[in-house]
């Protein structure tokens, strides 16, 4: 038999039927998860063609996008737009039997934080959802990908897709990283090598290991930026990490079902000898913090680089991207990133806001207090991560230095809600895109690591983590 990749193996076990010569299939979608934001329209659509969802136990509703995250939780939406999105999603759910975890449910929070956290992703398992960073699911040893509106409404019909085969590539790393460096750093790294459409037509494997000495939190991160490179999928075979982090969670299989399960999953992962399109090998010795300096997730560079020069270029196209970056970013070529001054600091998003991120921040934040021309903010990833977070005392070490600890959503990571940077504002960000107008019109992003955007917020300017005191 001929060695398959992971990939291959997910894509074979739910073909349903080949369609064509060019690689397109029938697939089998296992579970979706839905949002206020990217359903309206494929809901809309049942309803006109008289449609049901043919297995509602698959899916999982969650409020993320729109919602305040005010210290203070509240139902009420701060637009009338936010407030019909919410109705219609739970008027949605309620005729058509699907489960929806509301505003007001302690579960509450960002679909690609609780989705894992309540164990609803299971290795082996296909997942499509209506927002690109379906690909955290990875890290579980699942393969998830994030698909349009009118793919919503057939998935939700038929449970199925029309989906045309990827390239694989594999990305191995090995080493240890540095104090100080994160799965945030490594992935960002990997973007700025191979440019934000480096893995286009892609899934990637990751393995090595560096990968291996990962938490599962921390793989999650890198699953979920690797869209930022093009790929539509991204994920890691499943290990012992994984299974614990799943045993015990709510919606995880116990007992028999458990250890059928385990069999299973021991034999997720590329066979010897199997094939991948492309190669790619990184050494985690020779990573650094990293930061982005302009306004795609690739233009990106060591902290302790400087803002780098267009006339340095030949690609005519790559220089003038760069200069209309700079332009917007209103940075000068050769400044040192570690003399760039900011307004505001954000910790949160799908990629960076779970209880491991929160407490590398805290350790940065112990017994220090916020610059005093900056505003900073936490926004846990759920409502869960948030309790944990209160009990583990966390909450009371960003307060006391000044950060601002709110609940859970998606916030200032799109601005879709009342947290919107103004022009001209600059963010330290712990988030995972910063195109122009992100976070607010105007609004500058700089990409980072949370113990990094906690620095940044300290010193009010970005700072290299190494060279900050870390409290245990």
């Known amino acids: 038999m001929t060695a398959r990749t992971l990939y291959d193996k997910h894509i074979d076990s739910h073909t349903v039927c080949r369609l064509d010569d060019q690689g397109h299939v029938l697939l089998y979608i296992d579970r979706q998860v839905i949002n206020e934001y990217t359903s309206p329209q494929a809901f ?24 305040p995250t005010t210290p203070l939780r509240v139902a009420a939406m701060p637009d009338a737009g936010g407030a019909r999105q919410v109705s219609y999603l739970a008027e949605n759910c309620r005729d058509f039997g699907i489960e929806l975890l509301d505003i007001l449910d302690k579960r509450q929070g960002i679909e690609h934080v609780i989705a894992p ?13 209506g927002d690109s960073h379906t690909t955290t699911y990875g890290a579980l040893g699942a393969f998830g990908f994030g698909i349009g509106t009118s793919e919503i409404e057939h998935l939700l019909a038929s449970q199925t897709l029309v989906y045309k085969r990827l390239k694989s590539m594999r990305v191995t790393v090995d080493g240890e990283l540095a104090a100080g460096l994160t799965s945030k750093d490594l ?13 286009t037509g892609y899934a990637i494997e ?36 994984v299974f614990a982090y799943l045993k015990g969670k709510p919606r995880a ?29 990184l050494d985690a010795h020779l990573l650094e913090p990293m930061v982005t300096w302009g306004t795609s997730p690739d233009q990106a560079a060591p902290i302790g680089a400087r803002v780098p020069d267009p006339q340095a270029i030949n690609d005519p196209i790559l220089r003038q991207d760069m200069r209309r970056a700079l332009n917007y970013m209103s940075l000068e070529a050769g400044m040192p990133l570690s003399e760039i001054v900011i307004s505001h600091a954000f910790i949160g998003s799908c990629t960076n806001a779970r209880i491991e991120d929160l407490r590398d921040a805290a350790r940065v934040v112990r017994g220090q207090q916020v610059a005093e021309h900056v505003r900073a903010m936490i926004v846990p990833g759920s ?48 988030t995972n895109r910063n195109f122009e107008g992100r976070q607010g019109a105007g609004a500058r992003t700089h990409l980072m690591s949370p113990a990094m955007v906690a620095a940044a917020a300290i010193s009010g300017r970005l700072t290299d983590i190494r060279h900050v005191g870390v409290r245990p």
Do not use: Y
């Open 383 to 430: 409502s869960e991560v948030r309790a944990q977070a209160e009990a583990e005392g966390l909450a009371r070490i960003f307060i006391e230095a000044g950060f601002e600890w709110r609940q859970s959503g998606c916030s200032m990571c799109l601005a879709m809600n009342d947290d919107v940077l103004a022009p001209g504002d600059r963010c330290a960000s712990s």
């Open 253 to 281: 299989p116990t007992g028999d079902l458990w250890e059928r399960g385990l069999q299973q999953w021991c034999d997720l992962r590329s066979d010897p000898g199997a094939l991948f399109d492309r190669e790619i090998h």
């Open 206 to 241: 990751f393995c090595g290991s560096t990968i291996d000495a990962l938490s599962v939190e921390a793989r999650m991160t890198i699953c979920n930026m690797a869209v930022e490179a093009g790929a539509r999928g991204a994920f890691m075979a499943p290990d012992d990490k």
């Open 117 to 129: 956290e309540q164990g609803f992703i299971l290795p082996g398992m296909v997942i499509a959802a």
């Open 187 to 199: 992935i960002m790294a990997l973007i700025g090598q191979i440019g934000a459409s480096g893995a």
């Open 44 to 67: 809309s659509g049942l309803r006109e063609a008289g449609r049901g969802v043919w297995r509602p136990e698959t899916a999982l509703a969650v409020v993320d996008h729109v919602n």
